[in-house]
């Protein structure tokens, strides 16, 4: 395991912010402390190296550009630990209800919504 040093956590915020809303996905946060490693030593944000490659629609991309412009996001998982259920109940039973708040990004079980929407959403300030 990769572990940043505090200059590093200092340099490169939004590469913290990317790895924390990772949680939950190993392959990806696997594949995105890989490129860590590869750009920190080298001075360089793995957020800023990874957007400058050709658009993917990768979930880590999306994670990466929300982060970068500033979005307070929240992933499914995150989403799902904030209603207190599982990830797969979470996504099933309750981000499918017609109004619930229109995901930012979704690929099968990675998903990602504005924090405060589903915030809002969860505590009731929805018609459902």
Same mark, same amino acid.
Request: aromatic share 10%.
């Given at each position: 395991m990769?572990y940043?040093?505090?200059?590093?956590?200092?340099?490169?915020p939004?590469?913290?912010?990317?790895? %924390?809303?990772?949680?939950?996905?190993?392959? #990806?946060?696997?594949?995105?402390?890989?490129?860590i490693?590869? %750009?920190?030593?080298?001075?360089?944000? $793995?957020?800023?190296?990874?957007?400058? +490659?050709?658009p993917?629609?990768?979930?880590?991309?999306?994670?990466?550009?929300?982060? +970068?412009d500033? #979005?307070?996001?929240?992933?499914?998982?995150?989403?799902a630990?904030?209603a207190?259920?599982?990830? +797969?109940?979470?996504?099933?039973?309750? $981000?499918?209800?017609?109004?619930f708040?229109a995901?930012l990004?979704?690929r099968?079980?990675?998903?990602?919504?504005?924090?405060?929407?589903v915030?809002?959403?969860?505590h009731? $300030?929805?018609d459902?």
């Amino acid at each position: 395991m990769y572990y940043l040093t505090m200059d590093e956590e200092r340099a490169f915020p939004h590469d913290i912010a990317v790895l %924390t809303h990772l949680r939950g996905y190993p392959e #990806e946060l696997r594949r995105y402390s890989n490129l860590i490693k590869q %750009t920190h030593p080298r001075g360089m944000s $793995a957020v800023e190296f990874l957007l400058k +490659r050709p658009p993917s629609g990768d979930f880590v991309e999306a994670i990466a550009r929300l982060v +970068r412009d500033g #979005e307070e996001i929240v992933t499914a998982v995150e989403a799902a630990e904030m209603a207190g259920v599982p990830p +797969r109940t979470f996504l099933d039973e309750i $981000a499918s209800r017609a109004d619930f708040p229109a995901p930012l990004y979704r690929r099968e079980h990675r998903a990602a919504w504005r924090r405060a929407e589903v915030d809002a959403y969860l505590h009731g $300030a929805h018609d459902g």
